[in-house]
């Protein structure tokens, strides 16, 4: 057999038939849904007479739609009608066919791509499918996730099965140390801005090198998770000790000997020594900066110490004149001006890419002893259940609620305006989440993507700072 890359391992481990050359029928290990992309595969099952085949491989989850007030859990509900009745068939869609939700009022509800690594269902070359684009998140434990439209997940439902292109093989080496006020929310951002929005379309990237295997589990799936805002099919990190110990830390249901016997079995999964790639990046995580985006896309990002382009100047950039335009009209700020010392209105602090317990403890780290500035709303909305019982105990919650932070229930919340929280026309928001797009927080909102502790920063700054002047004054 010829030397294969861990994303052709784990295509070939799953092929049910090869269909053509470029498509092949592709088996589901696990099928995670949410309320806002199943009805309609429901729907088309009823229509057709059939049955979920497989209900214990899949999971349902309510979370984009779910308002975050601070009510106890049980008390939880959704009054946005349209909403509510999204949530109300997807219990009813789940009872029918067997297949467990963590729905409204659950303890352990959250945001599907926290709750699913954290209570131990994705394990290393594991195929995870989810109508959600943010399924990368999971190749961080190095298992093949990404999303699936609609007409497909109906067809997951019926057959546990996806007709699928093969994608093209990226390797992206990232080298060297981050350093101090950098994470992995930066290299991404980093990456992003580097080759494009488009820069990996069409490919599955595997992540290698010296910082990848500094990173811990949480902070890979972070960058795991906004690969594809790069237009990455997928993103995978090979398992190593750190990947064993998340994953054999979260998995309940195997014995002690089963266990071992998988660890030894993931520690197995990598890309040969000579596997080929089509196309290999190279960054040097020391040179790496705490970034900040520009204008309405993760690839319109500098330094935090950085000037925003100036579409009328040749700045280099390499970005396309009228894309450079609209995106600063709609931003509302001059290029070639700081980003540093932008003022802002909101801070959010959440969603699948940054609501995790270490990212939590960077933004406490932050705030400690401080107060969110009086021009200021900041909202802290930690993943799910675990992850805000965890901050509880911790003191984290309590921190942040001292230091004028809003303490909320989980959610997707205001990653995306389909809920409750969302920014009011006009409002400049720091937030962790994985898009800036036009109306993404809301309707005219203006989103400056980066990371939890700079975002943090921002709350008590009441503008955008460089996080390392911070670390040198702390």
């Not at 989810?130 to 497909?152: N, Q, R, V």
């Not at 699928?164 to 929310?185: C, E, F, H, N, W």
């Not at 909101?346 to 705030?367: H, K, P, Q, W, Y």
Request: charged share 20%.
């Amino acid at each position: 057999m010829s030397s294969q890359t861990l994303y052709r391992k784990l295509v070939d481990s799953h092929t049910v038939s090869i269909i053509d050359a470029e498509h092949v029928l592709l088996y589901a290990d696990l099928h995670i849904m949410n309320e806002y992309t199943s009805p309609q595969a429901f729907a088309g099952l009823r229509e057709k007479g059939l049955r979920v085949w497989r209900p214990h491989q899949q999971m349902g989850i309510v979370d984009h739609v779910i308002p975050t007030r601070p009510v106890p859990v049980r008390a939880r509900t959704i009054e946005v009608v349209d909403a509510a009745k999204q949530a109300t068939n997807f219990t009813r869609n789940c009872a029918e066919h067997g297949i467990h939700l963590f729905d409204v009022n659950d303890a352990m509800q959250g945001i599907e791509h926290v709750v699913a690594p954290e209570i131990g269902l994705i394990r290393p070359g594991m195929v995870v499918l989810c109508g959600d684009s943010h399924t990368t998140t999971y190749g961080a434990l190095g298992a093949l996730g990404f999303g699936i439209g609609t007409s497909e997940v109906e067809h997951v439902l019926a057959t546990q099965t996806l007709v699928y292109r093969v994608a093209k093989d990226m390797r992206i080496v990232v080298d060297g140390a981050l350093q101090p006020g950098t994470t992995s929310k930066d290299v991404v951002l980093h990456i992003i801005a580097q080759i494009g929005a488009q820069g990996a379309r069409g490919y599955a990237v595997e992540y290698v090198g010296e910082a990848i295997a500094a990173l811990s589990a949480e902070a890979r799936m972070t960058l795991c998770n906004m690969t594809v805002e790069a237009g990455a099919r997928a993103a995978l990190i090979a398992p190593d000790r750190t990947t064993l110990d998340y994953v054999c830390s979260k998995v309940r249901d195997l014995d002690a000997q089963t266990l071992d016997a998988a660890r030894t079995a993931w520690s197995q999964l990598r890309s040969d020594a000579d596997a080929h790639f089509d196309v290999e990046h190279r960054f040097d995580a020391s040179r790496v900066a705490p970034y900040v985006t520009w204008g309405t896309s993760p690839d319109q990002a500098i330094p935090v110490d950085g000037r925003i382009p100036d579409a009328n100047a040749t700045d280099g950039s390499g970005l396309d004149v009228a894309t450079m335009r609209k995106a600063l009209d709609y931003i509302g700020l001059p290029g070639g001006s700081p980003i540093e010392g932008t003022s802002i209105d909101r801070v959010f602090i959440g969603s699948c890419t940054n609501a995790r317990i270490e990212d939590l403890r960077a933004v406490a780290a932050v705030v400690r002893g401080r107060k969110v500035a009086s021009t200021v709303r900041a909202m802290v909305v930690p993943g799910s259940g675990m992850v805000r019982d965890q901050a509880e105990r911790e003191g984290i919650a309590q921190l942040l609620i001292d230091a004028g932070f809003e303490w909320r229930q989980p959610g997707c919340s205001m990653c995306l305006a389909m809920n409750d929280d969302v920014l009011a026309p006009g409002e400049r928001c720091a937030s962790t989440t994985n898009r800036n797009f036009e109306g993404r927080q809301g309707r005219d909102s203006k989103t400056h993507l980066m990371s939890p502790a700079m975002a943090a920063a921002a709350a008590i700054a009441g503008c955008i700072v460089d996080i390392r002047k911070e670390l040198t004054h702390g």
